[in-house]
């Protein structure tokens, strides 16, 4: 039998605040408030006017700030836990930190603007021909999408897409494309642009990458060829910053692992910053990517199935999983 003492341990709090101004041609739009990273729960207030909060520190939290704003200069207060609930699903083999440790960022986007677009770059059986299949959602007064298709500064394809009800989906054949892998990560870019009626309202890019995944039983294929993973657990961690870590260092990380051959690499044990996607994207590496969720605590008092099996935190446990999949690139 294992004796475990009991104790109360105050949380520390992290109260932050500082001004800022939004910009005068920003009137009329939405405008958003977002953090990528906050361990491990906080409350956000504009001008002194509580907004909401969030417990899951590392996906982005985002704020629509549009109601609060006021011209001129604008007060923002976060109030920062160490400890919450939240936090028994973060029990992660790492060093524990707390406070802001991503970027926090101020942006616009128009009141008619996309909601939701994922794309998937695939190969038709040849694994010469690159197939676009995209999904867009946005106001319902929008109508129609079209998309250019661009390899460096030349465009190679075209097309639209219909909406109904601000929804709609196409699948398209754009030719012969350059593949993407480890050893040769061909990008494209792809432009959405929203329309209501002849007038044009939003404006979307993102970078994509042509490339066919499968398993025969035996083998992971990639564009119909077997690879061999050659890869690498990767926490955020900086001997200067902690949690914090420089993008700048992050890519020279990359560059050395492509340099040691190192091709993929497993995000242990939760999702990255938006970069880091981008990143691999552009130098060649297979994600392995994680939700921020892992519950090691209850194994110091060997109670396993503590949460696990328990139904009211079934919300908890899904809205992780799929906001992992939900932030992370779609491009390669």
Known sequence: NKNYTSYKERTPVGSYRRTFEVPADWDGREVYMQFDGVDSFFYLWING?????SKDSRNPARFDI???LKKGENVVAAEVYRHSDGAYLECQDMWWYSGIFRDVTVYTEPKKAVNDYIVDADLDKTYENGILKQ???ADVAADRAVWKLWKDSEEIAAGEISLENGCGEATDLVGKVESWNAEEPNLYRIE???????QPVDVIET????????NDGKNFRVNGKAILINGVNMH???PKGGAT???AVVEQDLILMKQYNINAIRCSHYPKASYFYDLCDRYGFYVIDEADLETHGFEWIEKYEWLNEEESWKNAYCDRSSRCLLYTSDAA
């Open 49 to 53: 006017q509580y907004v909401g909060f």
């Open 66 to 68: 549009s109601p609060y």
């Open 135 to 137: 999904t867009i959602c």
């Open 192 to 198: 959405v642009t929203l329309f209501e009626g002849e």
């Open 207 to 214: 970078q994509i990458g042509f490339r066919k995944i499968e």
């Open 236 to 238: 955020d961690f900086s």
């Open 245 to 247: 870590v420089d993008p």
